[in-house]
């Protein structure tokens, strides 16, 4: 495979077209379009196809893209490594992959301390399904997972599971909604209007739990895989919601809502996986050590 001509997909890929890639090349569509297409014939398949006036991904183009990644990201792994040990700073690469149900919010947390150790580190963060990224560490192309679950003993990755801390969770409600509830918490949630983790989150099924043994039924709004979405709708008052309590402060401000209360037996776990029993990396051990400071284990 000629890595120029994999290196001019990936540069129209991520620009949008092949024009507004040829512009930020300077080099001529025509010549843009035609090493694509000897990369085209290597491969044995279209990588873009006509949309409209432009183009887009076809199928085996978003594999493609996918590989191009990882390639172009180990490239500039591989010379800013040569390059520093050249030029006498040793750089350490930390290659992180973030659950997408872990908050942004907490995984900056629990990430800060690994960037104040007295090495020089570069941080690689990648955001994916847990199952993806275990296997991601299985093969070491990860040095850390970040969840909100821990790994199974059926999976067959051999890693080890790292507690780095435990809150409670807080239900939010805007002003408004929150002087129409009656009752005191946690009645007032029921026949409340709420906005709930997707089916597919470990936190849904102790919410579920949680829900049934106080006997409450809210009316459920909206189920969200995305954190973030979900919050969204509850600043705009659709319904209750509930967060980690350690981010209480940065809720309330982002989204202007007010706590309705806290759930002190309703708790979310985070956890740090890696191939180490016994920790060694630096940044692991940074960010282990800070998190048993930060977060409550109530």
């Known amino acids: 495979m000629n890595f120029k001509h994999l290196y001019y ?3 129209a890929a991520k620009a949008g077209g092949i024009v507004r890639a040829g512009e930020q090349l300077h080099v001529t569509p025509q010549t843009l379009s035609t090493q694509i297409k000897l990369l085209e014939d290597s491969l044995g398949c279209h990588l873009f196809q006509k949309q409209g006036r432009g183009v887009e991904l076809t ?5 493609a893209l996918s590989y191009a990644d990882q390639i172009f990201s180990l490239g500039a792994e591989l010379e800013a490594a040569v390059g520093n040990k050249r030029a006498g700073v040793r750089t350490l690469n930390f290659r992180v992959g973030i659950a997408d149900a872990v908050p942004k919010a907490i995984a900056y947390r629990l990430l800060e301390p690994a960037l104040a150790i007295p090495e020089q580190v570069r941080l690689i963060c990648h955001e994916g399904h847990f199952r993806d990224l275990l296997g991601q560490l299985s093969v070491q192309r990860l040095d850390l997972v970040i969840a909100n679950e821990a790994m199974g003993k059926q999976t067959s990755v051999k890693a080890f599971n790292h507690t780095l801390g435990i809150t409670a969770m807080t239900f939010f409600a805007t002003p408004t909604l929150h002087a129409s509830l009656e009752g005191k918490f946690p009645q007032c949630l029921d026949g409340a209007p709420m906005l709930i983790p997707g089916s597919a989150s ?8 949680w829900l ?17 979405l979900l919050k969204a709708f509850g600043g705009e008052g659709r319904g209750v919601f509930m ?12 989204y202007g809502v007010q706590v309705l ?3 002190s037996e309703l708790v979310e776990e985070f956890f740090g996986i890696s191939v180490e029993r016994r920790i060694t990396h630096p940044c692991v051990a940074a960010i282990t050590r800070a998190a048993r400071l930060q977060f409550s284990r109530k």
């Open 9 to 11: 997909f990936w540069a």
């Open 59 to 63: 199928p085996e183009g978003r594999t």
């Open 202 to 209: 470990a936190m849904r099924q102790r919410l579920d739990l």
């Open 212 to 228: 049934a043994e106080h006997g409450l039924r809210p009316r459920l709004i909206g189920e969200f895989d995305d954190a973030a």
């Open 243 to 254: 967060s980690p309590t350690v981010l209480e402060e940065e809720t309330c401000a982002q």
């Open 261 to 263: 209360g806290r759930a």
